[in-house]
């Protein structure tokens, strides 16, 4: 069956780091683009970045682009997100996603999410 399990979220203090996990079968989502969004209480949700299984080629939303970090580890069929720098505004449920055409609106398949709480 097609899904995605992430984790890795919890509490942390502004200025501190938090790696989220998704398992993800490479099998299944090679000719994916995988990623992760997040949404934060009351507001939509948003694109934070991507990567492709054959190229390894990846993209960040502004907001993150170097902070982020979003990693594929093949012999754990895994892919990573590593935050760093982390900001009160980064506060949000995380969301593994895959899909087809790389969309930065939308995905196939969406996991169950993670929540990730930046104190200030």
């Known amino acids: 069956q097609v899904q995605l399990v992430e984790s890795g979220g919890g509490l942390v203090q502004a200025g501190g780091s938090l790696r989220l996990s998704c398992a993800c079968s490479r099998r299944t989502f090679m000719s994916y683009t995988v990623g992760w969004f997040r949404q934060a209480t009351g507001k939509e949700r948003e694109f934070v970045a991507r990567?492709?299984?054959?190229?390894?080629?990846?993209d960040y939303a502004d907001s993150v682009k170097g902070r982020f970090t979003i990693s594929i580890d093949n012999t754990k069929n895994t892919v990573y997100l590593e935050m760093n720098s982390l900001k009160p505004e980064d506060t949000a449920v995380y969301y593994c996603a895959a899909d087809r055409l790389g969309r930065r609106t939308s995905a196939d398949y969406w996991g169950q999410g993670t929540q990730v709480t930046v104190s200030s």
């Open positions: 990567i492709t299984w054959r190229g390894g080629n990846t």
